[in-house]
């Protein structure tokens, strides 16, 4: 079965980075559209970025210059590379896969302090 596994998050001050990790198993990161998704303490879970088969890369607006999607064929991991944190970036991120069905991950915390 297919599995995601996060790791990387953490406690961090704001103005801080982070880089966040997805091993992928039973799923290869370079035929799926991989995705770092986000949720925050009583919101939805909103889409951050996400890497196409093709490699084409998308982000939120938010997040727009200061994170960054990538991946790593041949370690089959995902990266999200998160510089200038803000404390409003506080979530549990979540990776997800997409080929025919959807995939997620358990989620890693990432908390920013003011």
């Known amino acids: 079965q297919v599995q995601l596994v996060e790791s990387g998050g953490g406690l961090v001050q704001a103005g801080g980075s982070l880089r966040l990790s997805c091993a992928a198993s039973?799923?290869?990161?370079?035929?799926?559209?991989m995705g770092w998704y986000r949720q925050a303490p009583g919101k939805q879970r909103e889409l951050v970025a996400s890497?196409?088969?093709?490699?084409?890369?998308s982000y939120a607006d938010s997040v727009l210059g200061r994170f960054t999607i990538s991946r790593d064929i041949a370690e089959n991991t995902v990266y999200l590379q998160m510089n200038s944190l803000k404390p409003d970036d506080t979530a549990v991120y979540y990776c997800?896969?997409?080929?025919?069905?959807?995939?997620w991950g358990q989620g890693t915390q990432v908390t920013v302090s003011s």
């Open positions: 997800n896969a997409y080929w025919r069905y959807d995939y």
């Open positions: 039973r799923i290869g990161v370079g035929g799926a559209t």
């Open positions: 890497i196409t088969s093709g490699g084409s890369r």
